[in-house]
């Protein structure tokens, strides 16, 4: 599957960079391409000018907003972010129909944090300006949800959050969800460690775009997942899981594979990877909502066989009952074996619904603060009043 990807404000921008370098390393190591266009828009030249992977011109690295921000962000105000992605959306569009080989894209993901101010507003201005031109097209929203101290510290982290989400959700064709926070809990060394965070975030895909691109006979699977199967399983919203587990490069005589055991360590190991898939889902959800799912298992062609397929397909039959669930194998990896779940058209995200109604508590508290500040400001403006002024 070939991707056009967009990455909004800092965030954004970052793990939209991610993508780029996958693509980099799906063309130097497998010689296939599952990007043809990676771009990054920001109100920030600074945030713009960190990136490594995406193309340095200002095609691919995209200003917009500088006449109403001068270049320096809208810090925080999503409002301001989606009002700049309004007027210079056509940047951006403008950018996208350069793609090189844009004919062959299947779909669009645009990626963003829901926290900040311009990723988080522009997302779903410019996903909704695709979607009227290129309605042929699918375009999917990565969310990148906040920290658990951002939450707590600042009420706009919330609010911010539950506008993205209604926003995106409204206008993409699935909203993938990733809480930052979930990557914390998983290996706290990485705690701090943003471009690690970035480059687990994007690592799920990399197998998944891979699969239906292959040419080459010997990695083409018994049952290739291809673009199609991908685009009928996303719908609404959308959760990713990743997990591996080692296999020994070299095998011992005794343990050749027809070994029954060696056949039974095999499966068990593809379970294991399925099973830390699921546990590191990309943000807590609870699977038997999901309407629609996919697992995509990838390991050495030699290490595959029909038993682990199907033990995984029961698994996942288990925990997701009312899905429909869509598979693959790609018989690529080398020394390891490892696991993509997708659980998507989710019928409840508890955490999206808290964050809606915290939000929906949150007004009336803006409100108030709003008021309470006019009616300071007021005061000391009358308390002024006899004071001669130095202006004419
Ligand atoms: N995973 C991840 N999260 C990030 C990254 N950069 C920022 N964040 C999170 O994104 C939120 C802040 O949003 P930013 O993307 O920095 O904001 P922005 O879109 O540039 O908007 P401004 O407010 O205008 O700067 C916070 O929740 C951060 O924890 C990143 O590179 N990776
Ligand atoms: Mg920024």
Known sequence: MKLVVVGFGQCGGRVA?????????????????????????????????????????????????????????????????????????DKVIDAIRTTKRFFETDAFLFIASSAGGTGSGAISVVTQHIKERYADKPIYNLIVLPFEHEETTEDRTVYNTATCLKSCYSVADAVFLVDNQRFVRKDSSIKGNISKINAMIAEPFYNMLCAGEEKKAKYIATKVLDAGDIIQTL????????????????????????????????????????????????????????????????????????????????????????????????????????????????????????????????????????????????????????????LS
């Not at 320096?72 to 989606?82: D, F, M, R």
């Not at 594979?257 to 959800?285: H, N, P, W, Y």
């Not at 309407?291 to 062609?301: E, F, Q, V």
């Not at 997701?320 to 790609?330: F, M, S, T, V």
């Open 17 to 89: 960079d991610e993508f780029a370098r996958l693509n980099k390393k799906a063309k130097s190591a497998r010689g296939i391409e599952i990007v043809t266009g990676c771009y990054a828009v920001n109100a920030d030249a600074a945030d713009l000018s960190g990136l490594t992977s995406i193309r340095k011109d200002y095609q691919h690295r995209i200003l917009i907003g500088s006449r109403k921000t001068g270049g320096h962000g809208v810090g925080k105000i999503n409002e301001l972010g989606a009002e700049i992605a309004r007027e210079d959306g």
């Open 235 to 390: 719908i609404g919203w959308t959760i990713i899981g990743y997990g591996k587990s080692e296999i020994p490069l070299i095998r011992f005589r005794r343990e050749s594979k027809r070994d029954f055991r060696a056949k039974g360590d095999e499966t068990l190991k593809a379970v294991q990877a399925m099973d830390e898939a699921i546990s590191e889902l990309s943000l807590k959800c609870n699977p038997v909502d999901s309407k629609r799912a996919l697992y995509l298992i990838s390991a050495p062609g030699k290490e595959m066989n029909m038993d682990m397929v199907k033990a995984l397909g029961d698994y996942m039959k288990d925990i997701a009952p009312e899905a429909l669930i869509r598979n693959g194998d790609y018989p690529r990896e080398r020394g390891m074996l490892d696991v993509t779940v997708i659980m998507s058209e989710l019928s409840d995200v508890e955490k999206v619904r808290n964050y809606y109604s915290q939000s929906t508590q949150l007004i009336p508290k803006f409100k108030k603060r709003q008021e309470e500040t006019e009616v300071k400001l007021r005061a000391i403006e009358d308390a002024s009043k006899d004071i001669p002024s130095l």
